[in-house]
C-alpha cells in the first residue's frame, strides 16, 4: 500500500468532544471540515433578524456557535488563535459531500448506537476508498457500529477514543474492529503518538475499553470506601493528589469537572456488560450518588457537586448530611512524614506502612486496585504496561498501577490484598515463581515489561524513538552535584538535567550547567539543557535572593547575579552548540537560558515567560538585555523603532506568559527560523540532541560577542517614563511598579544617551544587574518575594 497521507480531516458532531479534536487537528497543521446537524427552529435572535431555515447562517448555527464556545473556554484547545483558520464548518445535510476529500473521518455524535449506524450509512455513501473512519465512542462496542457497511470502509474503521480536552490529556486508545485491518492499527498508533503528540495504546474492544474501565474502577471504588472509613470529601482529596503523583484536583474535584452524570453513564456501561467482572458490585451506585444524579447535583456544569461556590466562598458536600458546609482541612500523620521525600514513586512504601486513617486507606484502596487490575489481563489487553500506559495518559496519574505495585513490592501488595480477602490473578503467583520479582526492569538504558505467556521481561515496543532519562542516568552519569545530572546521551551529545525543587535555578545548577559547558567544550560535540519533569525550571532560587537581600549582603548578591548572567552568555558563545529543551512552566530565569541557547526545541505545552516583576524585580540573567537586542535586530528601515521596542518592555512589564510555545513566538521569546516546537514531549530530548549532533557536524562556529546592539537612550526612556507615569496617574498600576518599570525602561533605552547609540551586550548586562540589585533593596520588592516564597501567588503593593 502506499505511504497514507493525513491532509484533511473531516470531524462529524461539534460537541465540546468534536470541537476539541478539531482544534488539536488544526494544532498539528491539519485542514479540519467541522460538521453537525441542521437546527430545526429559528431561535428568538434569527427570528428578530428576519431570518429563515433556509439562510446559511441558521443552517450552520449550531456548528459555528459549538466552536465559538470551544474557542473561548480556558484552558484554550488551540495552540494559537490563528490556528483556528484551519477550521472549516459546514452541516451534514449541505456539506456531507465535502468528506469526499477527506483523508480520515471522525464521528463524534450523540452515545447512541442507532444514531451512529445512521451517520455511517450516510459517510459509507460519500467517503474515498481507503479513507480512515473512526469512532470517538466512549463505550459503545466498536463491532455493533460497522454492521452492514461496504467490506472497504470495515477494513478502515476502528474506534479511536480521544480523551477530553483532546488538547491536553495524551491518551489515544485504539480499538479494532472485526475486520480493521493490521495496516490501519499500525499507521494510527505511530500517528497518534509522532503527529497528534498522544500515548497510543491499542485496547481490545470491551466496554470503557482501559482507561476508564480502570479509572472509573478507582473512583467507584474510593465512592464505596469513603464512609467505610469515616473520611470526608476533603480527605479523600488531599489523599489522592500530588502526594500519590495525581492532579491537584484529585478525586471528587475531578468529577465535578468532568461531570458526574458522565462518570455514572461509564458505571452503568460497565455494569451492564460486565457480568463476569468479579468486583461488579463496586459498580453500583452508592445512595449519595443516587441523590445528587437526582437533585442534578452534577459537578461545575450544574454549579454544585461535591463543592459548590457560594460569594468567594468554596462549600464542601458533607456525605452524611447531603448539605454543603465549610471546607474543613485534611491533616494526616502519615503524610507529614512524605513532606521530605520529593520523588512520588519513593513515598508509597511510607504510605502504606502508616498507623492512621490515612495508611488504612492507601492499604485498602491499593489492594483493590492491584487485584482488580492484574484481573484484568487478558479480558481488556494482553499487555499490562498498556494499563500503566493508559492511567497516566488518561487521568494524569504519574505511576501507573503495576509501577505503583512494583514500588511497594509484587509480595507486599498481595499480602494488603489478603488482608483485605482479595487475590491477584494467577498468572502474578506464576510470575514470582518463574523468578520474576516486578513488573518492570531496566536493562541498558531501554525498559521491559513482564510477558504474561513468555513469563519472561520483554522489551517495551516503540521506546527507540524517545531518550528516557530515568533509564540512562545512572548507567551515563558524566557529573552530578546536588543541583544538576550531566549524562551521555550518546553521538558526542551531553544532556544536563536539573535536579533542585521544581527546577529552580540557584548556585548548584549553574555550578553544574557551567561544568556541563565545561565537559562538551572538552571532550564533546554539544549539549542539551532538559530535563523530563512536570517542569522545566519555575525560574531563580528567590528564596536565596530574599536571604541575601534581607541580610544586605550586597556585594555577594551582586555576585550571584553576575554568575548568572555569564552562564547564561557561556550558553550563548560556547564552542559547542547548545539546545535548550523547556516544556511546562518555563519563567523567569528558566526562559532566560533558553533565550541564550543556540536554538530552542520547546514542547508544545511550554508556558514560558519573564515574570520577574511579580517579585518586584526585572529580568536580571540577560532577560532584559536579551530582549532589547532583539527588539533592535528586528529594526526595518522606516519602522517606528520606539513602537517595537515597546512591544518588547510590554512583554517584561506585563509579566506576559506564553499559554503555548506557539505564542511566544509572538512574544519575542521563541524566534521564527531558529527555533522549533515539538508536539510529543517523549520525543523532544531525542529531537534536541538530533539537532545539537547536526549542527555539530555541519560545521558550528563559535559565536561573535555583539558589540553591535542599537539603542535609543532618551529618545525611547522619556516615552517609557510618559507612559509609566501615566498607568500610575490612572491607577493601572501600583507606585511601585511604577518604579520597577522606570528602570526596566532605563535598561531597555541603553541609559539617558543623547542620542542612539551602538553599545555590547555587556554594557546592557551591567545596566541590568544594576537595575536589579537597586530593586532588590526595596522594602516593596522584599515584600514581594517574601509573598511568593510563602503563597505561590504574586502581591501587588
Not at 445535510?93 to 442507532?114: N, Q
Not at 528516557?468 to 558526542?492: P, T
Amino acid at each position: 500500500m502506499s505511504k497514507r497521507l493525513i491532509n484533511k480531516v473531516a470531524v462529524i458532531g461539534s460537541g465540546i468532544m468534536g470541537s476539541g479534536i478539531a482544534c488539536h487537528f488544526a494544532n498539528i497543521g491539519v485542514e479540519v471540515l467541522l460538521l453537525d446537524i441542521v437546527p430545526r427552529e429559528l431561535n428568538d435572535t434569527e427570528k428578530a433578524k428576519g431570518l429563515t431555515l433556509e439562510s446559511k447562517v441558521v443552517r450552520n448555527r449550531l456548528v459555528n456557535d459549538s466552536l465559538t464556545n470551544a474557542l473561548k473556554s480556558k484552558p484554550s484547545p488551540i495552540y494559537h488563535e490563528k490556528f483556528a483558520s484551519r477550521i472549516t464548518t459546514g452541516n451534514l445535510e449541505d456539506d456531507i459531500s465535502k468528506v469526499s476529500v477527506a483523508d480520515w473521518i471522525i464521528e463524534v455524535v450523540v452515545e447512541r448506537l442507532d444514531i451512529k449506524k445512521k451517520v455511517f450509512e450516510t459517510l459509507d455513501k460519500h467517503r474515498k476508498p481507503e479513507t480512515l473512519i473512526t469512532s470517538n465512542t466512549s463505550g459503545i462496542p466498536i463491532h455493533f457500529m460497522s454492521e452492514g457497511r461496504s467490506d472497504d470502509f470495515q477494513k478502515h474503521f476502528c474506534g479511536t477514543h480521544f480523551f477530553n480536552p483532546a488538547r491536553y490529556l495524551k491518551l489515544f486508545e485504539i480499538i479494532p474492529g472485526p475486520k480493521t485491518t493490521p495496516e490501519v492499527l499500525s499507521f494510527l498508533n505511530n500517528y497518534g503518538e509522532q503527529f497528534l503528540g498522544k500515548t497510543s495504546v491499542i485496547a481490545k474492544d470491551t466496554p470503557a475499553f482501559i482507561g476508564n474501565r480502570i479509572g472509573v474502577f478507582s473512583i467507584m471504588s474510593l465512592f464505596h470506601t469513603v464512609k467505610s472509613l469515616n473520611l470526608t470529601v476533603e480527605d479523600i482529596d488531599k489523599l489522592t493528589g500530588p502526594v500519590i503523583g495525581r492532579p491537584k484536583s484529585a478525586t471528587f474535584r475531578t468529577v465535578d469537572v468532568v461531570g458526574l452524570d458522565t462518570l455514572v453513564h461509564v458505571a452503568n456501561g460497565i455494569l451492564e456488560n460486565c457480568k463476569d467482572d468479579e468486583r461488579l458490585e463496586l459498580f453500583k451506585l452508592p445512595d449519595f450518588i443516587n441523590t445528587m444524579i437526582e437533585n442534578k447535583w452534577l459537578g461545575s456544569k450544574t454549579g454544585q457537586g461535591f463543592y459548590k461556590k457560594e460569594g468567594s466562598d468554596i462549600k464542601t458536600l458533607d456525605l452524611d448530611t447531603l448539605e454543603y458546609r465549610d471546607k474543613k482541612s485534611a491533616k494526616f500523620a502519615t503524610l507529614e512524614l512524605t513532606k521530605t521525600i520529593d520523588k512520588v514513586v519513593d513515598r508509597f512504601e511510607v504510605l502504606i506502612s502508616g498507623k492512621d486513617k490515612a495508611g488504612d486507606f492507601y492499604r485498602k484502596t491499593f489492594a483493590a486496585l492491584f487485584a482488580y487490575v492484574s484481573n484484568r489481563i487478558p479480558e481488556i489487553t494482553d499487555e499490562l504496561y498498556k494499563i500503566d500506559d493508559a492511567m497516566k495518559a488518561g487521568f494524569g496519574w504519574e505511576h501507573g498501577p503495576f509501577q505503583i505495585w512494583d514500588a511497594i513490592g509484587v509480595e507486599k501488595g498481595i499480602a494488603m490484598m489478603k488482608v483485605e480477602g482479595l487475590e491477584p490473578a494467577v498468572w502474578v503467583n506464576d510470575m514470582l515463581e518463574s523468578g520474576n520479582k516486578s513488573f518492570y526492569t531496566i536493562k541498558n538504558g531501554a525498559s521491559y515489561a513482564y510477558d504474561i505467556p513468555k513469563k519472561t521481561q520483554e522489551k517495551i515496543p516503540g521506546q527507540d524513538a524517545f531518550i528516557i532519562l530515568d533509564n540512562i542516568r545512572k548507567s551515563n552519569e558524566v557529573f552530578k552535584n546536588a543541583g544538576v545530572v550531566v549524562e551521555d546521551l550518546g553521538d558526542g551529545i551531553l544532556n544536563c538535567e536539573f535536579q533542585s525543587k521544581m527546577n529552580t535555578i540557584g548556585g548548584d545548577v549553574l555550578a553544574g550547567l557551567n561544568k556541563a559547558i565545561d565537559l562538551a567544550e572538552k571532550d564533546f560535540q554539544g549539549l542539551v539543557v532538559g530535563n523530563q519533569a512536570a517542569n522545566f525550571s519555575v525560574g531563580a532560587n528567590i528564596g536565596m535572593i530574599f536571604m541575601m537581600a534581607v541580610e544586605q549582603e550586597y556585594d555577594e548578591l551582586n555576585g550571584a547575579i553576575k554568575y548568572f548572567q555569564d552562564t547564561m552568555m557561556r550558553m550563548r558563545y560556547s564552542s559547542i552548540p547548545t539546545i535548550s529543551a523547556p516544556h511546562g512552566m518555563c519563567l523567569g530565569g528558566g526562559c532566560e537560558l533558553s533565550m541564550h541557547a543556540d536554538k530552542v526545541v520547546a514542547a508544545a505545552e511550554t508556558y514560558i515567560g519573564l515574570v520577574e516583576f511579580g517579585v518586584g524585580v526585572i529580568p536580571g540573567g540577560g532577560g532584559s538585555k536579551e530582549l532589547t537586542l532583539r527588539a533592535q535586530d528586528t529594526f526595518r528601515k522606516g519602522d517606528v523603532e520606539l513602537n517595537t521596542l515597546q512591544d518588547y518592555f510590554l512583554t517584561i512589564g506585563m509579566a506576559k506568559v506564553s499559554t503555548s510555545a506557539y505564542e511566544a513566538y509572538d512574544l519575542g521569546i521563541l524566534q521564527h527560523g531558529k527555533d522549533i516546537v515539538v508536539v510529543n514531549k517523549d520525543r523532544q530530548i531525542g529531537t534536541a540532541k538530533s539537532y545539537a549532533k547536526l549542527m555539530a557536524e555541519t560545521g558550528y562556529t563559535q559565536p561573535i560577542k555583539r558589540k553591535d546592539i542599537k539603542v535609543l537612550g532618551k529618545q525611547a526612556l522619556g516615552m517609557f517614563l510618559v507612559g509609566t507615569d501615566s498607568m500610575e496617574a490612572s491607577n493601572f498600576i501600583s507606585e511601585h511598579d511604577h518604579k520597577i518599570a522606570n528602570k526596566l525602561a532605563y535598561v531597555m533605552a541603553g541609559g539617558d544617551l543623547s542620542e542612539p547609540t551602538l553599545v555590547s551586550e555587556q554594557y546592557l548586562l551591567d545596566l541590568e544587574r544594576e537595575a536589579f540589585l537597586s530593586l532588590c533593596t526595596e522594602r516593596k520588592t522584599l515584600e514581594r518575594i517574601q509573598h511568593m516564597l510563602k503563597t505561590g501567588k504574586p502581591l501587588r503593593n
